[in-house]
Structures are given as C-alpha cells and as structure tokens.
C-alpha cells in the first residue's frame, strides 16, 4: 500500500512540476485550491454516502477518489508524504488517549 500511496504522490508531484495536457491533476492546479478544495469536499461526502449505503466495492472506489484528491492538496500546499506518514507513526504510539482526543477547544 504504501508503494501505491508514493507513486502516486510522485505522479502528482509530476504534473505539478510537468504540465500535460488533457490532465486531469494539471486542470486541478490550474483551478487552483479553492477547486481542489471543493473536490476533496464533494469526495469525503461521496465516501460517507457509499459507506453508508453499505456498498462496499463504491466504498473503495470512492476512498480511492478521496486519497487522490488529498495528495493533490498536498502536493499544491507542499505537504510531503513523509510528513503524513511521521505524523501517523507518532500518533499509532499513542494509546489511552480517548480523552484528550475528544476534547473540543470551545474558542474554536
């Protein structure tokens, strides 16, 4: 998996530095953040509506939809993988933190 989430990420990595035409990822960058925004919005919503109808396989589809949108924010707002991968590895070392992690800043 982790393969297939890199090559990824360096493909989009490559349109960015590379723009080809007919892609979609360089129409991304070329609408700019607010697009690549919306689209990640429009994917996390569709994954929520697949999971919900408990159809598994459109589940997949649309996660897949989801992380590609998300490497291409990060990718545009220069967040590396690595970041992401450290981040989670030091998160997966915590454990007994239900607490901490369900309490709400009420400033924000």
Known sequence: ??????SLYQT???RKEEKKEG???CYLFEKG?????KKCGEECSEVII??????NRET???ISDLLYHLMVLMVNEGIS???????????SEKTGNLKTFHQVDKNT
């Open 1 to 6: 998996m982790n393969d297939a989430l890199q």
């Open 12 to 14: 989009v990595v490559g």
């Open 23 to 25: 892609s979609y990822t």
């Open 33 to 37: 953040l607010d697009k690549i925004l």
């Open 50 to 55: 697949a999971a919900k109808n408990g159809d």
């Open 60 to 62: 997949v589809l649309e």
């Open 81 to 91: 993988l690595e970041e992401v991968e450290a981040e989670l590895e030091k998160r």
